[in-house]
């Protein structure tokens, strides 16, 4: 493995996220510590602290390439034809949280120690996806004010985000043994005034 003079300090800061993440995949956020992380790169603990403040900076930034991603999938579901569109959000949704559940409950497992905030930089990462979502479906909410739009967004992220976390957690079936892309989609059509 290669040593700290081998790496510039970005490319070292990338390989310690996808050490990070690969470790979060397959062992959830209990598994996750500086040392294993500088481990499995092949580096002291410490030079890890030369790269992230600490082990939740670095969750932070895991996190943030996690909403990044989940960014990509949405702008390219949000290029459907209209009348497809909601659906193919929800697919693309659904499908994101299926393929990385423990990536995806990092993001709600996760606190920061009490009295630190999230750097400013994150939350308008957050604004971002739910602003690109209002405009995609906004079509759809006509009569909606863009404050209406933003509100029926989040109810609705809010409603699949409880629905796939059931899923993949395989609660879902102690109250419906409906598919959850049945329910998600249910949830946003009625959101957006449709047909059940």
Request: net charge negative; charged share 25%; hydrophobic share 50%.
């Amino acid at each position: 493995m290669a040593r700290r003079s081998d790496h510039a300090p970005e490319e070292l800061k990338r390989l310690a996220l996808e050490a990070a993440r690969a470790i979060v995949m397959e062992e959830g956020l209990r598994g996750l510590t500086v040392r294993r992380v500088a481990e499995r790169i092949g580096y002291a603990p410490g030079t890890l602290y030369n790269l992230f403040a600490n082990l939740d900076d670095l969750i932070v930034q895991l996190n943030a390439a996690t909403l990044d991603a989940l960014a990509v999938v949405l702008v390219e579901a949000a290029r459907a034809e209209l009348p497809a569109r909601p659906e193919r959000l929800v697919e693309a949704y659904f499908d994101f949280v299926e393929s990385r559940p423990r990536l995806w409950s990092l993001l709600f497992e996760h606190r920061l120690p009490e009295g630190e905030d999230l750097p400013d930089w994150y939350r308008p990462k957050l604004a971002a996806l739910i602003a690109l979502v209002a405009e995609a479906l906004g079509p759809l909410m006509p009569d909606n004010s863009a404050e209406a739009r933003q509100a029926a967004t989040v109810t609705m992220w809010a409603g699949l985000h409880g629905i796939s976390t059931l899923a993949v957690t395989s609660k879902l079936t102690l109250v419906a043994e409906t598919e959850p892309r049945k329910l998600g989609l249910l949830l946003v059509r009625r959101m957006l005034g449709g047909e059940s």
